[in-house]
């Protein structure tokens, strides 16, 4: 009999100092890890947004252009303004879209970081002959001043973050437009 009430007093002592320290010690380490990987995480989503962003608005410069059978002029203002601007018959213009690119995402490249699979160059953040506008022609085309079909790709990133770099290609025949990711190692088609 003596030997059960032992037994129940050692079980009902609780845990140690010790066991709450190690368990202390484990969550920590745990959350941190967790907190960098949603840095990292929130990173590549900015990336993701400001691709997105680009791409549908190429896309609906080059819809209004077939549409309205206008030139439809692509700005790049600054390093993170993005302008739709319509050129007008028999002269003038106005301006039909005005975004930003929102959480510090930018037009830039990143060191090392190579061109993507077509090719187009990646000499400038904006690689369509260093041009800060573009326009689409009433064919769709991605054109330049004289009307020649042009390609070229645009660049962007966070803050210079390999994990945020991404670029959106246009094809100019037929204004193809496509988006890349980085992955540290390759291009991946969006």
Do not use: C
């Not at 002029?73 to 929102?102: K, M, Y």
């Not at 041009?131 to 001043?145: E, H, K, M, V």
């Not at 770099?165 to 037929?174: I, K, Q």
Request: hydrophobic share 45%; aromatic share 6%.
């Amino acid at each position: 009999m003596t030997r059960t009430i032992v037994h129940q007093a050692r079980s009902e002592r609780g845990v140690s100092l010790i066991d709450m320290m190690v368990m202390l010690s484990v969550m920590a380490i745990v959350g941190s890890m967790a907190t960098m990987q949603m840095v990292t995480v929130r990173r590549a989503l900015v990336g993701d947004g400001a691709m997105r962003l680009v791409m549908a608005q190429l896309n609906t410069a080059r819809e209004m252009a077939i549409t309205q059978r206008r030139n439809m002029e692509i700005q790049f203002v600054g390093n993170n303004w993005l302008q739709i601007v319509r050129n007008e018959v028999p002269s003038g213009s106005t301006v039909v879209g005005n975004v930003a690119l929102e959480g510090n995402a930018h037009y830039s490249l990143v060191a090392g970081v190579p061109d993507t699979p077509d090719g187009f160059g990646n000499s400038s953040a904006i690689s369509f002959g260093a041009a800060p506008t573009i326009r689409f022609g009433p064919t769709g085309a991605l054109i330049d001043n004289n009307g020649a079909p042009i390609n070229g790709t645009v660049f962007l990133s966070v803050a210079n973050l390999p994990e945020s770099f991404r670029a959106v290609t246009v094809l100019g025949a037929v204004g193809r437009v496509l988006g890349y990711r980085w992955n540290g190692a390759a291009w991946k088609r969006v």
